[in-house]
């Protein structure tokens, strides 16, 4: 488990050396036009511009391996929850897809009093924080979203924290247009009998609830008690740090 946080941490620490990196090659150019270089600063902006990309791009297929690996059951998965929240803080639009894909699994942190959505799915969160292209990653997943093979009760949690996404970046408005304009462009491709149009009418249903019914808030937040039992550590990890 140990292991795990250290990996964790590395990965952000990862990220900082990479903004450290080419902070000391920015001086080291500049130190080099001082000796003489006639390097135009636009050259040397860009050869930076294009090192931090390809080191931001890696970083982001690094973190989305680790993504994408399962969970070990009966472990609280660090690394995962890790990973998924600093997809977040890079608005990585790379990770969108993976993300709505995977927005209702409880990855909570270790203390058991806590319901905060967020704190039980980070997936959220991210994408939250990646904005637009969570969005479109949404209404894509909706056009092959089938709730009988997902289940009905997981299916409408899945729909809850879509709708909880978009009106996050949107507002509530803004985001009920984007749907109502996504059935008129389903109605338009499929038919108003298509399954991508189906989905939009369920949604659209659960998004102009704005809250959500009791049952399904305990769907939401999961048993939490009977999360962090399955996935409860030692005790002598209890003062880590609980993401």
Known sequence: MRGKCVTSLAIAAGLF????????????????????SKTPDKVVDQALTKDLAQKRLAEIDMLLQVVRTPSQQGQVDRQKRWAVRLLGELRA????????????????????????????????????????????????RLRSFKAAEIGQKKAQVQLYLFAYVIRSIDGHEVGLYRIENQLKIAEKEYGAKGEYYDNLVSFLEIYKKKTTDIETWDLIIGNREEINRKLRIPNDNAGDDPY
């Open 93 to 140: 639009s790379e990770a969108a897809k993976d993300l709505v894909e995977r927005i209702s699994v409880p990855l909570p942190g270790l203390t058991a009093s806590s319901v905060d959505l967020l704190e039980i799915y980070p997936s959220v969160g991210s994408l939250i924080r990646i904005g637009n292209p969570a969005i479109d990653a949404i209404f894509q």
């Open 17 to 36: 050396l990479t903004l450290h990196s080419i902070v000391e090659t920015d001086a080291d150019v500049q130190a080099g036009g001082k000796a003489g």
